[in-house]
Every structure is written in C-alpha cells, then in structure tokens.
C-alpha cells in the first residue's frame, strides 16, 4: 500500500490552514497543522515530511527562518511559501533562503495545490532518477555520491546545502552543456519566473566558494559569457569562457 505524501502545514490564520487542509485531505494527502513557528520548526525537525506549506508572519519564530533553518538540515523537506508579503524583496529572500515556491495571498487554493503537486513529481522523478544512476560522479578530485548525497574535494568533504547539492548534481550530469539562469531554474528550482535568476547567481557562488581552489577565478563552474554556466569535467585544462559573474 502506497503511503500518502505528509504535509505540514504552518499558518496562523485558522481559517486558511482549514480550507488547505480540506482540500489537501481530499487529494489524499496527510495533513497536520500548527499555528506558531516554535511549534513548526519542532514538528518539521522531527522529520518525515514530504512538503511544506509555510506562511512568513507567524508567532514566535518566524517563517523566513524556519525556511533558513530548514535548509541547513540533513533531510530535503520541498518548502512552498504563503504569505501577505507580496513585495519582489520578500519573493526574492525566501527563494534565496531555499523557498521552491512562493504564492501571495490571496491566493487560488487549486493553484497551491497545482504547484505543490508538480513539486513533489519533480522531487520524486529526481529521486528515481538518483536511484537508477547510483554511480558516483568523480571530476578531478571532485566526487559526488548522489545516493548519499555526499561531495568531496580530494577525499575532503565539503558541506553543501540540498540545493547546492542538486545544482551541482545537475552541472556534473551534463558535463560540457551550457545552461542559461532560466534553463536552471526550470530544471533545479522547478519554476520559470522570469526577475528572479540572480536567485541562480547566488547559489551558484556559494557553490564556487565550496568547490573552486579560487572561487575569483573559477574552472569548474564557468560562464559561459552572455549564454549562462557550463561544467568543466577538466578543470585542469580548461579555457575560460568569460567572467565569473
């Protein structure tokens, strides 16, 4: 018997969280709900969950770091924001935190579920995929275990978030393939809105910072000049593209 996808759901509006809730429940999901950010960080830590349905302004801790202290966790929990701040500066900082949505409210409760269910079949069909290709990926010290999860540069590990992982994970599937911000954040992110690829910037030199002997002047991680990023499978070789923005 297939068990059905866990969803915690973390709003203080009751009435919000009720409606998300029937209509969650209806689709065969498992619900639970709690109204405050102490409560929600101390159910999400305790692992086993599928999603996450996250509001921003909550009681105690608030939800733009229970999204940062989410991602530093061993386990990947996919996380969609709902919130009442619509600003471009709030959308942004979520996603930089590890948000893979963000809807405003009000919002379509049919669309909420629209989207988390693409989520979970993009986060399943990468799974499934990892599962298939259990190969670990090696590049000139740099090796990837994609059933562990673990990266390691010349037998030291290296730290990386779940979506530093994926990112790179997906760089040294295509080993050679230029992909522009957009492509990236269809691909590893699971959305295309245009306004936000300095998202992709950004992940992308935290990763440069983690793996590259001089993260200024990069050659695995390389752009690819007015066309986006390219894996380097030959670092020791390789020709720069552009500059390292």
Known sequence: MVQPKRVLIVEDDVDIANVLGLHLRDEQYEVVHCANGDDGLRLLSQGGWDALVLDLMLPGVDGLEICKRARAMTSYTPIIIISARSSEVHRIIGLELGADDYL????????????????????????????????????????????????????????????????????????????????????????????????????????????????????????????????????????????AG
Not at 170 to 186: E, T, W
Not at 195 to 200: K, L, N, S
Not at 212 to 226: K, S
Request: charged residues 25%.
């Open 104 to 243: 405003s409210k009000p919002f379509s409760v049919l669309e909420l579920i629209a989207r988390l269910k693409a989520l979970l079949r993009r986060v399943d069909a990468m799974a499934k995929d990892w599962r298939t290709q259990a190969g670990i990926l090696t590049s000139f010290g740099l090796s990837i275990d994609p059933l562990t999860r673990d990266v390691s540069i010349d037998g030291r590990r290296v730290e990386l978030t779940p979506r530093e992982f994926d990112l790179l994970y997906h760089f040294a599937s295509h080993p050679g393939k230029v992909f522009s911000r957009m492509d990236l954040l269809n691909t590893v992110w699971g959305y295309r809105h245009e306004g936000y690829e300095h998202t992709v910037n950004t992940h992308i030199n935290r990763l440069r910072a983690k793996i590259e002997a001089d993260p200024t002047e990069p050659v695995r991680i390389v752009t690819v000049w007015g066309r986006g990023y390219r894996f380097d499978a030959h670092p020791v070789t390789a020709a720069r593209s552009g500059p």
